[in-house]
């Protein structure tokens, strides 16, 4: 959970004076001031949040009465849902990035419908629902004023246009630009990285090469705002566009370091099988409320979770393995299992405000338990780090482990070692067992057959 | 000739003659507002024949239903 302030505001939602969000007896509130009251009532009282929340895009909340502890600027007290994992933008792959986009753009044009405009557009409202994107702030609506521009629509082409067009032209690794800009990708600095040709997309020209010029070139500028005003047909327009915009963004996943992992290691079929029953067993004795899958590639092992109904996280560092794994996620339906990106040697740092407005990943944890699978010679030889921080850091993030030691016999070791001198006399299975035991119980273990390989069930002490 | 279509004009030519630079530190919240209410005839336009070819499109498969 995000960090609190001393009463209990979360230290995301400071900005917005229409309500702030905040913790009592470990349940997520959220405030609505006086100032916003006639939006909310609007909101409410118009049918969008019905109508909103019948088509799974807004968040479902109940009003709390009675209003113990409000303040004098509170109106209502409302409980949204429960997201049982946030997630940021910089750890969605491009057809993460490109549904929330077009979520968002669906959200604007039914609050048209009902007489309302939102007021942000940021990517951070939108979160991953038993699979499917979810608008959370429910503050995010004012009364749409004919005449008025879309006051949103600079932080959707930051927070949604530029990365994903920055992705889709240039380089898939361009959404990690929100972590260095948390508002989105200023768009100059989008227009200046995007290929020349672009500068002939119908599309792009406008949202993004013009749209950039023209903050420079009224960056210094008065403008009397009160004369200009655009239709409400324009307005429309202008959400069309952006919607043809980003609906025709592609990116297609290359046979990237990992994509076809599975077909490329060492395991015969019958030992592949055997691993998933050990794995399906071990989960069976835990029995978690929460998995988290690291290195988990396609997440054909975190199906093995998630198909038991347990909310599975799926965590690779390759962009093509996490965007084919979200693929099959929408097209199978599934809503138990979230893929996300993380680099694990360098994961999700605070970033924000006093460095608190989004939290690392580590402080998003620790969860029930992990599963570890092929995982460890990447951390212990790719990445040179010690067996006894690697059994530090597993215990800091889980209660339970599923972990598999790959010795270096192992061919897939091997080719690591291929190609970097052999400093790792202490990568043993004996050492493995010795450091792990510092912080965990090694409650059983199973040999994969046909390699020699061994998989733990390791429960914290 | 309209003020708009000369912003328009003029902000089109920058894009293809200047651009390399980046500031990402200007306040862009002016020109994000100028730059809708330029657009907007183009996109409003463009809507309106959207909505008005989607008419007689409905019109034409009303008329002549496929036979299946």
Known sequence: MEKLEKNNKILSSFRDPSGFLFIRDDLLYRQINLKYKEDYDHLMSSGLYSALVKEGLLIPHEEI?????????????????????????????????????????????????????????????????????????????????????????KQFCQHFLAPLALMSHKNICLNRLFQLYIDGVPLDLASSLLPFSTRFSLSLFPHIHLHAKSQKHFANKSVNMTRRKISRLAFLGIIDSLESAIKKMRWKPMGTEWADYYNITNYSSTAFQQKKEIVANFLDK????????????????????????????????????????????????????????????????????????????????????????????????????????????????????????????????????????????????????????????????????????VIYLMRKR | MNKGLILFLFLSFSVFVFSKEAYAYLDAGTGSYVIQVVIAFIFGGLLSVKIFWNRIKGFLTNLFPRKD
């Open chain 1, 286 to 453: 835990i029995g978690p409320t929460q998995v988290w899958d690291l290195g988990a590639n396609d997440g054909f092992f975190s199906r093995i979770a998630s198909q038991k109904g347990i909310p599975t996280i799926s965590f690779d560092i390759d962009p093509s393995a996490v965007e084919k794994n979200y693929l099959e996620c929408v097209a199978n339906g599934e809503d138990s299992i979230l893929p996300l990106l993380l680099d694990l040697t360098n994961p999700s740092p605070s970033i924000g405000w006093e460095n608190s407005e989004r939290d690392s990943w580590l402080k998003r944890g620790p969860v029930d338990a992990v599963l570890a699978l092929a995982l460890v010679h990447h951390l212990a030889i790719s990445n040179n780090v010690p067996l006894r921080k690697i059994a530090a850091f597993f215990s800091r993030i889980c209660f339970s482990l599923i972990i598999e030691f790959v010795p270096k016999t192992d061919s897939q070791v091997q080719k690591l070692l291929s190609t970097r001198e052999d400093i790792f006399p202490n990568y043993t299975q004996p050492a493995f067992e010795r450091e792990f035991g510092k912080y965990f119980t090694l409650e059983l273990s199973e040999k994969v057959s046909g390699s020699d390989r």
């Open chain 1, 65 to 153: 009465i009675p209003t113990e502890g409000m303040d004098d600027i509170a109106y209502k007290i409302i409980k949204p849902e429960n997201i049982s994992f946030i997630s940021y933008p910089y750890e969605w792959s491009f057809s993460q990035l490109k549904d929330a986009a077009l979520t968002t753009l669906k959200i604007q044009k039914k609050a048209i419908e009902f007489g309302m405009s939102l007021k942000d557009a940021s990517a951070y409202n939108i979160q991953f629902k038993k699979g499917r994107p979810v608008l959370i702030d429910t503050l995010s609506f004012e009364k749409y004023k004919e005449g008025e521009p879309w006051v949103a629509y």
